[in-house]
């Protein structure tokens, strides 16, 4: 990576990026915990997902 080249930390899995499933699981922690400890200086792009699934948890 250079700087400025975008990084996706977190996504659906679908093209290879870690889910946060995934990142809970190699930190041994809740799927939440990793999602409320990303902080708020971490710039977020959000992009509307291409179909809306709904899981139950």
Known sequence: MRPGERAVLLGP???GE???DDWAAW??????EVVTGLG????????????????SL
Request: no cysteine; glycine share 4%.
């Open 18 to 20: 870690p889910t946060v």
């Open 13 to 15: 899995g679908e093209i």
């Open 40 to 55: 708020a200086r971490l710039h977020r792009h959000l992009r509307p997902a291409a179909t809306t699934t709904l899981r």
């Open 27 to 32: 930190s041994d922690t809740l799927p939440h």
